[in-house]
């Protein structure tokens, strides 16, 4: 199998903005060492999917070779600026824009100057240290009308894809756990997750993710993302699972706190 | 300082379509046209905008979704090149717009008075959101009228539609008092589509009008029961039925910037002027107009002969 590594992180630009706050500095810290085990794993292209690129007409597949520019978060702009670099393997891209109609999904690619590129792409990027030439990025718009099985099915013929160019691929689902978010001002210092319950459902989460217990994540997931309005329906999970054949053996959970209330994780998967 | 007014308010949809489709020079992407009705709709609401001569113009968007309260750009000057996510193929766009930031500034006391949180978006790099862009290009190509840009807070979506729009409802009224308070001669945008089903495919070519039509008719029974009562200018009927529009047609209106604009206006009780309906990839898109200068109710010396409460 052409994956070499696998990962969940969050999307929230605050750990990559203002490390200085101990939980988001914790956060970031846990990304380095994501990024350090990716590094390890010495993929040729990294898989990125990330919760907060939406697309709703077809799938959209990142086809620019280098996305260059300053990006300010839509929410928390007064915590600086992101600039990025990102670049692209394309031709791994394409093969995935012409492989999707055989899973039954109509897709695209992307190749635009000053395309939006989401907030949870570029972050992500910068903490793992992807996105560069040697590990170039393809990534996967979120349809929102995709639901966990094709999103499953869209990373498993990336996959094939890159199996079928004979490429070692990192794998990895931007975003976050429990969505739900202070909706005042907070003393950042004092961010916590925003509920005792949404915080029982993040760590059972990943307890079962640790366990690499697939049967009942994939039994929990959908109550999961009902009673703790996990974001987006925790389809980054899903892109790790489809990525993966739908089974991992284990995981480390490298870091897991708030972001303004909702939770957030830094998951490397055993493979 | 002269008292502030408030001319009209628009109700003025966003798809990028329409842009793509005039061909204007800042757009990168050449069209053959298409979505003509809707363009031509903007263009008689042009006149009457013209007409008006407003100090400034503020418009309300879906696409700039905030989490922690009500955001307004406070930036005298942004500009970029701005592509829109879901449309790069048709809507890679040069805008440079000033804002009135006094005013913004205003509605941000306004609102927090009124208890809501509200933030003044200070950062030169910012990206404004192709809703908003979109929305002053069709209304005002010229870009010579100062913007007051707010953000679409997404409690009617985190919450219900009910909570939200009772905030868009604060905000409007905080907006009102800001205008009066500064003396702008000041015109409101809606930024909205109503019926949001849509086709989940591109054609081949966007702008084939063959292939256009509504996405349900459902959704277009939804839209010309609405847009008849606007007409008549029963504005208590609409906003009655507005939460069972939203639920049933998907309606963008459901993001607040409909609400704000009444609730700013004193929802008056005055017809709407229907420029012009059309659909864009399956949704229903009306520009709409309520002239409060011609109907004698544009001054704002007095508190609105208020609906309380619509959501209530």
């Known amino acids: ?271 | 300082m002269a008292q502030g007014e408030i001319l009209a308010g628009f109700l003025a949809p966003h798809p990028p379509h329409l842009v793509y489709g005039e061909n204007p020079e800042q757009n990168e992407p050449r069209s053959q046209g298409g979505w003509e009705p809707l363009r031509w709709a903007y263009e008689r609401a042009r006149a009457d905008l013209e007409a008006l001569k407003p100090d400034v113009l503020l418009v309300h968007s879906p696409h700039w979704i905030t989490s922690v309260g009500h955001h307004l750009l406070g930036v005298r000057t942004l500009s970029g090149k701005s592509v829109d996510p879901i449309f790069p193929n048709l809507f890679r766009y040069r805008f440079s717009l000033d804002v009135d930031v006094e005013l913004a500034e205003a509605c941000a006391e306004e609102g927090r008075k009124l208890g809501l949180v509200t933030k003044m978006m200070r950062n030169p790099n910012f990206r404004v959101d192709y809703g908003t862009i979109t929305c002053l290009h069709m209304i005002r190509p010229q870009w010579d009228i100062p913007v007051v840009g707010l953000s679409a807070n997404n409690t009617p979506y985190y919450l219900n539609t009910k909570e939200g729009l009772s905030e868009m409802d604060l905000l409007g009224k905080a907006t009102r008092e800001a205008i009066r308070r500064t003396g702008r001669r000041a015109v409101l945008l809606a930024s909205n589509t109503l019926s949001h089903w849509h086709f989940h495919e591109e054609p081949a070519i966007p702008e084939d009008m063959s292939k256009e039509h509504p996405q349900t008719y459902e959704g277009y029974k939804w839209d010309m029961r609405m847009i008849e009562l606007m007409r008549k200018g029963r504005t208590r009927e609409v906003f009655k039925l507005l939460p069972q529009f939203i639920e049933e047609a998907f309606a963008e209106v459901k993001s607040g910037a409909f609400t704000w604009m009444f609730s700013a206006m004193g929802y008056p009780e005055i017809p709407g002027e229907l420029y012009g309906y059309g659909t864009v990839i399956g949704t229903g898109n009306a520009v709409m107009g309520w002239n409060l200068q011609r109907e004698g109710l544009s001054t704002l010396g007095r508190e609105p002969a208020s609906l309380a409460r619509l959501t209530d």
């Open chain 1, 1 to 271: 199998m052409p994956v070499v590594s696998a990962f969940l992180v969050p999307g929230s630009p605050l750990p990559r903005l203002k490390p200085e706050v101990l939980p988001w500095g914790r956060l970031a810290a846990a990304c380095q060492r994501a990024g350090r085990a990716l590094a390890a794993s010495r993929p040729d292209a990294v898989l990125v999917y990330s919760t907060q690129w939406f697309a709703v007409l077809d799938q959209q597949w990142l086809t620019h070779r280098r996305s260059r520019g300053v990006h300010v978060d839509e929410n928390w702009y007064e915590h600086g600026d992101l600039p990025y670099d990102l670049h692209a393997d394309t031709e791994l891209a394409h093969a995935c824009v012409a492989a999707s109609p055989r899973i039954g999904v109509q897709a695209r690619g992307v190749n635009y100057e000053a395309f939006p590129i989401d907030t949870g792409t570029i972050v992500a990027s910068q903490a793992l240290e992807v996105g560069t030439p040697e590990r170039p990025l393809v990534v996967a718009s979120n349809n929102l009308y995709h639901d966990a099985a094709t999103t499953e099915k869209l990373a498993a013929m990336a996959v094939a894809c890159a199996d079928e160019q004979g490429k070692r691929v990192a794998v990895v689902g931007v975003g976050g756990l429990s969505g739900s978010q202070f909706r005042t001002e907070i003393d950042v210092r004092t961010d916590r997750i925003a509920s005792p319950d949404d915080d029982k459902w993040n760590q059972r989460i990943l307890q079962l993710v640790e366990s690499g217990d697939v049967a009942q994540l994939r039994a929990l997931v959908p109550d999961f993302a009902r009673e703790a309005r996990a974001d987006m329906g925790f389809k980054h999970f899903y892109w790790i699972l489809g990525a993966l054949k739908g089974r991992f053996p284990g995981a480390r959970v490298h870091g897991y706190g708030p972001a303004y209330g909702s939770g957030a994780a830094v998951v490397e998967f055993t493979l």
